[in-house]
């Protein structure tokens, strides 16, 4: 291949279109402006993303697309290989990965990936597992030791619609043998109250006469003493109920 035939590739590069040369051409006349307007002017100088007026795209679309989870735990990510450099039989901890410069930073965690091969036999103490590394420490003699991460501390929330409602213990039941004796006193009380009205009946009224002929005297001696009896008599009378005609 010589350098005057080397070509680009078939498609990348296409003829500028040539407009102004013609009504034959398709292209002639208004040489595909159009008639009038802000684009038929030759010191138009408008964005590529004009639309017209209105928003444009660029404005339109979100500034961080895409669903981003507040609660995302971020570990700090450890391949096998890396842990070659401490020595045989060492015990590995989260700080002294921190010191070696190994992580910058334990985060939600340590996690470490079977990425490569283990040539030492070392106690690892990490957060996550992977199920490769694991196998590979534990052929190369090692032990891989779970630290155990609390619960975060959330604050507390009103309980869900669907969650059920938590069951409250039952009042303890009264005994019925306190009751049963309250229940046969009832009788005997009754008796006790008839006997003691029957014996104060006379004694009742008594008062009552007294104290209406004390009132008639002390009135003066024009007025009658009629309204007492009247109202006593009404007193006895049973009134008729109101809307209902007399039979």
């Known amino acids: 291949m010589k350098l005057h035939e080397i070509q680009p590739a078939p498609g990348s590069h296409h003829s500028r279109k040539r ?9 002639g006349k208004t040489s ?31 500034k961080l697309r895409g669903f981003h989870n507040k609660w995302r735990k971020r570990f700090a990510v450890l391949n096998l290989t890396r842990l070659n450099r401490f ?3 060492a015990e590995v901890l989260p700080e002294s990965l921190l010191e070696a410069g190994i992580i910058k930073d334990v985060g939600a965690g340590i996690k470490v990936l079977g990425t490569g091969d283990l040539n030492r036999r070392l106690t690892i103490h990490a ?6 590394a694991r196998r590979k420490i534990e052929a190369a003699g090692g032990i891989a030791a779970v630290i155990e991460v609390p619960p975060p501390i959330r604050e507390k929330t009103k309980r869900a619609k669907n969650q059920p409602k938590p069951v ?8 019925t043998a306190v009751e ?13 109250s008839a006997e003691k009205t029957r014996g104060t009946e006379p004694v009742a009224e008594a008062p009552a006469t007294a104290r209406a002929a004390g009132k008639s005297k002390q ?19 049973v009134k008729p109920q109101k809307g209902k005609k007399k039979g």
Not at 127 to 132: G, L
Not at 168 to 175: G, L, N, V
């Open 19 to 27: 407009v102004g040369r013609g009504p034959g051409s398709g292209h």
């Open 219 to 237: 009135k003066p001696a024009g007025e009658k003493a009629e309204p007492a009896a009247k109202a006593s008599s009404s007193a006895d009378s």
């Open 168 to 175: 409250r213990p039952a009042p303890a039941e009264k005994s």
């Open 87 to 89: 020595d045989d039989g």
């Open 180 to 192: 049963k004796p309250k229940a046969a006193e009832k009788p005997e009380a009754a008796e006790k």
């Open 32 to 62: 595909t402006r159009g008639q009038k307007g802000q684009g038929a002017r030759t010191s138009v100088n408008l964005p590529k993303t004009f639309e017209g007026g209105q928003t444009r795209l660029t404005m339109r679309t979100p």
């Open 127 to 132: 957060h996550r597992f992977s199920v490769e």
